[in-house]
């Protein structure tokens, strides 16, 4: 069964970094792009940034500059640098998996969630 394990979140001040992680199993990893998406309190999913099996990466215009999204296709590991954290950021993040070829920051691609790992953000 196909399993993706989020951890890294917790809580920071504004301007702080954190580091998000996301291990895979049950699927072949490097066969599916990768994305993280976000979900605050009584908002829709978003995406945030994605990675496709070739390494393209795409991110939202809210964190570009200051997220950066990479893979390790050999320890089947996904993660998300976030830096210059504001509260706006603030969010359950998911990791998510889709059997497609290119990059998407649409939750209709997606095929595999993890189960969310909060990130807080205060000001």
């Known amino acids: 069964q196909v399993q993706l394990v989020e951890s890294g979140g917790g809580s920071v001040q504004s301007g702080g970094s954190l580091r998000l992680s996301c291990a895979a199993s049950?699927?072949?990893?490097?066969?599916?792009?990768m994305g993280w998406f976000r979900q605050a309190p009584g908002a829709e999913r978003e995406g945030v940034a994605s990675i496709t099996t070739g390494g393209i990466t795409t991110y939202a215009d809210a964190v570009k500059g200051r997220f950066t999204i990479f893979r390790d296709n050999v320890k089947n590991t996904l993660a998300l640098q976030m830096n210059t954290l504001k509260p706006e950021d603030t969010a359950m993040y998911y990791c998510?998996?889709?059997?497609?070829?290119?990059?998407?920051?649409?939750?209709?691609?997606?095929?595999?969630w993890g189960q969310g790992t909060q990130v807080t953000v205060s000001s």
């Open positions: 998510a998996a889709a059997s497609i070829q290119w990059s998407s920051l649409t939750r209709g691609s997606y095929d595999y």
């Open positions: 049950g699927l072949r990893y490097s066969r599916y792009s």
